[in-house]
């Protein structure tokens, strides 16, 4: 679902993120807990950043030193 893509993700681009997805429904719940079996491999994770690049964002944007990874 995207829901687990967007959690193992999540789960991918830094051990320290824990997601905390909300739902009312169980079955949506065992969905989400599913994305802990799902790793994205380096070339894909390296992938996904190169679309993401390409993407017009709008509206409020942080500060740079917000965004750093550092």
């Known amino acids: 679902s995207p829901a687990q893509f967007a ?4 789960l991918s681009v830094k051990p320290f993120i824990v997601p905390i997805p909300g739902t009312t429904k169980l079955h949506h719940l065992e969905e989400d807990i599913g ?13 996904f950043r190169k679309q993401f690049e390409q993407l017009d964002l709008v509206g409020f944007r ?9």
């Not at 959690?7 to 999540?10: S, T």
């Not at 942080?62 to 550092?70: G, I, S």
Request: proline residues 0%; negative net charge; glycine residues 0%.
């Open 7 to 10: 959690i193992a993700w999540l």
């Open 62 to 70: 942080a500060k740079d030193a917000a965004l750093t990874d550092k």
């Open 35 to 47: 994305a802990i079996h799902t790793r994205f491999s380096d070339s894909e994770m390296a992938m």
